[in-house]
């Protein structure tokens, strides 16, 4: 396992983020870290802006040409430019790509959804090789398929296929809540996969929650690998996410149940 930190940013606006990239910049100074981010909102107000309709099955927005075209150009365009501009400032030697560069992210279609894919594979060298050089991949969830079709990845996905490619130790989910939420709307401070799965079967985890869930399950792959959902607004959110266990959720396979 890697000592490597894929830390996930979710799509509120960049005056929100900038301590958490802050943040980021620190943490970078003394490991390698991977940044991956969504921009649901900033596409919502792009597809709204320029008449294309959307919906969402399951949490994933289903993904027309139309409305890829506009997801590459916001994603990679828009979003990813401004982080990388905001952590270069932060004195972070940043680098934006998109899973399609190089060939990074390595996707296969899911049904019912037009033109999206889940990560299958990772093209790793790539990224340790932005590692060694002191740079801070940052990475646009967007893939291309076995018969290289570009597709969109919902942000979590693709996060949590680079943590297990890269085996890193931790994946740091940051999102606009406080962590995963109860029946009774009280934050767990840890959640297993068969709790995960009861909660999203009976509709407590829904939209968006449901496939961070379970990209986080899906990056523990390997044994002591730790997944943690946390609000990326509250103060010191990343060293708080990696280090403090009553702080945001911690996703853990049946296997470590009982050690959070
Ligand atoms: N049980 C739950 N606990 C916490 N949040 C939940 C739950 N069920 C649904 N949600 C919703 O999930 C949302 C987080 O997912 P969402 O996809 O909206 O944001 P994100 O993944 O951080 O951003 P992006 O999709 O742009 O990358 C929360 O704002 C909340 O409304
Ligand atoms: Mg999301």
Known sequence: MSEVVVVKLGGTTLAEQRQVLEEVAQVARRRPVVLVHGGGKRMTEWLERLGVQTRFENGLRVTDPAALEVAAAVLRGVVNSEL?????????DAVG?????GGLLIGERLPNVGLVATVTGVR???????????????VAPLARDAEGTVCNVNADDAAAGLAAGLGARQLV?????DGVHDG??????????????????D?????????KVKAALSALAW??????????SAAGALARALDDRTFG??????AHAGTA
């Open 84 to 92: 990388v501009a905001a952590l270069r400032d932060a004195g972070c």
């Open 97 to 101: 790509l998109s899973g399609v560069d």
């Open 124 to 138: 790793r060298d790539l990224i340790d090789s932005l590692l060694v050089a002191g740079q801070v991949p940052v």
């Open 173 to 177: 989910l940051m999102t606009d809540v």
């Open 184 to 201: 009774s709307g009280r934050k767990l401070d840890s959640i297993t996969a068969d709790e995960a799965e009861a909660l999203i079967a």
């Open 203 to 211: 509709g407590t985890i829904g939209g968006g929650m449901v496939p």
């Open 223 to 232: 044994d002591g690998a730790e997944a943690i959902i946390a609000d990326g």
């Open 249 to 254: 959720t911690r996703v853990s396979s049946r």
